[in-house]
């Protein structure tokens, strides 16, 4: 025991007294338009061996609470209220003193494992030096090194003493975060808070990170504060919850309270928003209007009031306190809202935000009763192969390897239908758009634009091509050009094509008016607009030619959860008026289950199932498939934890050197119980993927064969 | 369709009209002819400081042609009456050691400055931007050749080719010397557009306009070389100094400009020893040089400003953000 902790000893209440107590935090910075009040009164606390989970948008102040509590705001950031930690204060304490809790008693895992780690040091020399740092020179060098391979093991790291002398960029995104958690719990904290932890990963090893964290929980005993933007993640994983609006709590509770009947429409609105996986037929989404308010000069009153379907004069005129509930919950269950009560009721959260929100279901169009076969075909994509060459050496380029990006992907698109494109990142769904979008000849197979191949195209005849295949893509920050006027950039496909001024100028103004904004926006810069705003800028522009196709590239991963339900109801009603075809990438299944008619699932290059969208989703057939599927966090903590996980085993394998035989077998969970007689067939022979039919899978011992049962 | 408009009612800056009628002119209101010149113009005008130094240009071009036709002197002619006098009203801005009037000489030297700074700029900066953009954008083989032209305008001595071409380029006049001089000046910066070039090739504003249907080039001059005109612009201010400067330092050597014409950087050379004794030798010069290349830097800012929608409150969205 350090001298430093004896003193704080007789501070320590046991168990009883939470790890972290939070009261009244007052955050601000200084900017030109006068002072940002990012955290304005918050209070909360987490207690030992308790998960408290910390949702809301960006800007909502969530992660500027928790710099604070780990004391890293910048030294121009104004803090007061109370932070107490295992009944110490930590504000007003130096930097040294903090340095001490740091790391050691609190432990912080970021977002972004690759800049979380020093790239120049091997992993095990970074988890050792947590400890060293902490260890008060009473730990050898030795121990600590032995102790993080011994960590590293813990955290699931295969192969931890030869990975321990590993940089992190030999490690993929999930085994990163592994090791950032393994520093993370290095010296037995008291309180991990985790910043968005899981956003970066796939979905397949966001369940295994979670998974990690569990068990460091397990391991520790700590109280873990989870910040998330994904209800998801946090229903299976968090006991409590507490929702973030413009720097204040505007709701807590045990996490299937809030969940089953929020108090508060802006928590309603949230849970509307997000589709559901696991339900087959396709509910409305709310979109939540609007953006968070600017924190700089807030009006009086509930900040969540203009965007509000239920706002009266109440609640503009003050802003209401966080309350206990009146009805079902008890003083655990608090929310901030004026109305609250009379969103009690006996109704699930997601009818009542639709009621409250008023969503509703765009109409089928007549051509979706119109069956595939009579349909013209859109797209037509042949055993599409894509290789790179791997080289080495700079003035004599010698070819080692070749990476197998795409090989051999075929799939149709009729009209008026929308193809989901689903896989980890990595499994070759953005070059197989890349390859569509660029018109230029593959590596081997064809690509057909609405029956004629690309490759035999000469230069007129590809851009004729290029009005009906339109690109929207997944960063709109990215996707338009910051020096252009909005004007420009979305007049820029239509002057590209010939056509004249006063055409162009009535068209831009109809596209806005089309994507729902104002004509009059046309002179701002993008940097003046959110990004949902600036997403719809970029479906406006792919739409500026009447395009029948348009290529989504992941078009709502990079936005807010409330914006991201506006552009998916934009996109079904763009695509039921105007009759286009949607391919539609994308990582979350959720999404993917909501906006697609088909479905197909690719995996190291190669598709490994296809078909119907309710048939896939409702009874998948290829084991990839459903692990995809089960690793998909459900926003219900009921469903939640009831659900049996299949979690995948492993990274993707580099596609410079895949598998023999069936390429998933290295990960399959249906392969592992195999007999060894039985698995020579995945081994040797790779599994045909029948595209013609109505829902195929690659796999040679398929979930509905009698091959399985009797497995 | 409403409720998705009102999703856009709160944005920065608050509506200004509302949206009405069905003309798309009409509709689009005063965003109506919001193309990037008209903005780029709007907003550059609004910058008072980047206007005078239009101004302040505009106003040396026309002293330096203009004030000649109203002094009595010559650059040529001296004197015999004043030799190296302070300045009077007989010779404004003094006489040098044989007699030759300032002020007149200033003029002239200014009528040459200018142009030869103005012009070298531009031109070096220009050709800078379009092989740099070129050897990124295209890559492969264009980028190959290019490079290696770099490397070779790099090693090749500037100077020596300078002093071999003199008797051809004294023929052919101050233009031509103004784009030798401006030939050997593009070529670090080329390099580095090239590798500016070589990430924003990547962005996805570039794929999506290659995707549409735009042509290599225009996507060169409507995308790449706008998102990196601060460097060019910082880079072309630079050179009007520089080319004034190197004008200067080949003149000394016997080329360029030969008495017994005069440009600033030879009056300020041939003044500047006498700068304690007899001041008005190089002040006049000096002072015009500083003020030219100052408006120059001006306008540079103004322009920089006036095409990055970032630049008056990008400080305060970047707080607002962390």
């Known amino acids: 025991m350090t001298t430093a902790e004896a003193a704080a000893a007789p501070d320590e209440r046991p168990d009883a007294d939470p790890v972290l107590r939070v009261d009244d935090l007052q955050v601000s910075f200084p900017s030109e338009a006068g002072r940002v009040h990012a955290v304005r009164g918050l209070s909360y606390h987490v207690d030992r061996g308790e998960v408290l989970g910390i949702v809301g948008e960006s800007g909502s102040g969530k992660s500027v609470s928790s710099l604070a509590v780990m004391g890293l705001l910048p030294a121009q950031a104004r803090v007061s209220g109370s932070i107490r930690f295992a009944g110490r204060e930590l504000i007003g304490l130096s930097d040294r003193e903090l340095s001490g809790i740091r790391g050691r008693r609190i432990a912080m895992v970021f977002q972004d494992p690759l800049s979380a780690l020093t790239p120049v040091h091997t992993v095990g020399d970074q988890v050792a030096e947590a400890l060293l740092v902490h260890g008060g020179g009473k730990l050898s060098t030795k121990d600590a090194t032995a102790r993080a391979v011994e960590l590293l093991d813990l955290v699931g790291i295969p192969n931890a003493a030869a990975r321990a002398r590993a940089f992190p960029h030999e490690f993929s995104g999930g085994m990163r975060q592994r090791v950032v958690i393994a520093i993370a719990i290095a010296n037995n904290p008291d309180l991990i808070i985790a910043d968005e932890p899981t956003t970066a990963l796939d979905v397949t090893v966001q369940a295994q990170v979670l998974e990690v964290l569990r068990t460091a929980q397990e391991v520790t005993g700590a109280g873990i504060a989870i910040i998330t933007h994904d209800l998801g993640v946090v229903a299976g994983f968090a006991d409590r919850l507490m929702v973030m609006y413009a720097g ?464 | 369709m409403n409720r998705m408009a009102a999703d856009t009612a709160n944005t920065p800056g608050g509506p200004d009209a509302p949206a009405t009628a069905t003309a798309g002119a009409v509709r689009l209101g005063a965003a109506a002819g919001a193309t990037r010149g008209r903005l780029t113009l709007r907003r550059f005008l609004r910058n008072r400081l980047a206007v005078a130094g239009v101004v302040v240009i505009v106003l040396l071009y026309v002293l330096a042609f203009a004030a000649p036709l109203f002094s009595p002197w010559d650059f040529t002619s001296q004197d015999p009456d004043a030799y190296l006098s302070p300045p009077s009203a007989r010779h404004w801005f003094g006489t040098t050691q044989i007699g030759g009037d300032v002020f007149v000489q200033t003029m002239r030297g200014l009528q040459k400055s200018l142009s030869i700074g103005l012009l070298a700029a531009v031109v070096s900066t220009g050709l800078a931007a379009v092989v740099g953009a070129a050897a990124g954008y295209f890559g492969r083989w264009a980028d190959r050749a290019l490079m290696w032209l770099v490397d070779l305008m790099l090693v090749l001595p500037g100077f020596l080719i300078l002093a071999i071409m003199s008797p051809w380029l004294r023929e052919r006049g101050w233009f031509f010397f103004m784009l030798m001089l401006a030939a050997f000046m593009w070529m670090i910066t080329a390099r580095i557009v090239r590798g500016m070039t070589l990430t924003l090739r990547e962005r996805e504003f570039v794929k999506a306009a290659r995707f549409m249907g735009e042509s290599p080039w225009r996507i060169i001059f409507r995308h790449i070389l706008p998102n990196m005109a601060s460097l060019l612009i910082v880079d072309a201010t630079i050179n009007v100094g520089s080319a004034v400067l190197a004008e200067t330092g080949l003149s000394y050597f016997g080329f360029g400009v030969q008495p017994p014409d005069v440009s600033l950087g030879t009056l300020i050379r041939d003044g500047a020893p006498f700068a304690l004794t007899s001041p008005w030798l190089f002040l006049p010069a000096g002072l015009l040089l500083i003020l030219g290349v100052l408006a120059v830097s001006f306008v540079g800012d103004g322009l920089r400003d006036a095409l990055d929608p970032h630049a008056s409150h990008g400080r305060f969205k970047e707080k607002k953000n962390a």
Not at chain 1, 533 to 543: H, K, M, S, T, V
Request: with cysteine; proline share 9%; charged share 25%.
């Open chain 1, 248 to 711: 204040r709590a505007v709701e807590t509770g045990p996490v299937r309270e809030i969940y089953s009947a929020p108090r508060m429409p802006y928590t309603l609105g949230l849970l509307g928003s997000i589709p559901r996986v696991d339900v087959a037929e396709k509910q409305p989404l709310v979109p939540i209007e609007g953006q968070p308010p600017s924190l700089s000069e807030l009006p009086p009153g509930c900040p969540f009031a203009p965007r509000c379907p239920l706002a009266v004069d109440a609640c503009r005129a003050a802003e209401p306190p966080l309350v206990p509930v009146t009805g079902t919950g008890g003083v655990a269950h608090r929310a901030a809202c004026h109305r609250s009560e009379e969103l009690a009721g006996d109704r699930s959260a997601e009818e009542t935000a639709v009621q409250v929100f008023g969503a509703e279901l765009v109409e089928p169009t007549d051509l979706a009763t119109v069956p595939r076969a009579r349909r013209q075909t859109v797209l037509r994509v042949d055993g599409l192969v894509k290789h790179y060459p791997l080289t080495r050496g700079t003035l004599l380029r010698r070819r080692v390897g070749t990476v197998r990006a795409v090989d051999g992907v075929s799939f149709d698109i009729v009209r008026g239908e929308t193809l989901g494109l689903v896989g980890e990142s990595g499994c070759g769904k953005t070059t197989t758009l890349m390859e569509i979008l660029s018109l230029a000849k593959p590596t081997a197979g064809t690509i057909s634009v609405l029956g004629s191949t690309v490759e035999s195209l000469g230069r007129a005849e590809a851009k004729r091509i290029r009005r009906d295949l339109q690109v929207v893509f997944q960063d709109p920050t990215a996707a338009l050009d910051p020096r252009l006027p909005v004007f420009d950039i979305i007049a820029e496909p239509l002057r590209v094509h010939g056509f004249d001024r006063p055409h162009i100028r009535r068209r831009v103004a109809d596209l806005l008016e089309l994507v729902g904004l104002r004509p009059e926006f046309a002179a701002r810069y993008p940097a003046e607009f959110s990004g949902g705003q600036r997403q719809r800028i970029g479906i406006a522009r792919a739409l500026a030619l009447e395009p029948k196709l348009v290529v989504l590239d992941e078009p709502v991963s990079a936005l807010d959860v409330s914006i991201q339900a506006g552009v998916i109801n934009l996109l079904d009603e763009l695509k039921a008026k105007l009759s286009l075809s949607y391919l539609f990438v994308a990582h979350d299944l959720a999404v993917v289950r909501h906006v697609a008619d088909r479905v197909a699932v690719m995996y190291l290059g190669k598709i490994v199932e296809i078909g119907d969208a309710p048939s896939v989703f409702g009874a998948p057939r290829h084991p990839y498939t459903r692990a995809l599927l089960s690793a998909v966090p459900v926003p219900d903590p009921v469903v939640e934890r009831r659900r049996e996980r299949i979690i995948l085993t492993g990274d993707l394998p580099s596609p410079a050197d895949p598998p023999s035989g069936c390429r998933f077998r290295t990960r399959c969970f249906t392969f592992a119980a195999l007999p060894e007689d039985r698995r020579v067939l995945c081994v040797e022979r790779e599994p045909v993927l029948d595209a013609a039919a109505d829902h195929a899978a690659a796999c040679h011992y398929p979930r509905d064969s009698t091959s399985l049962q009797r497995v």
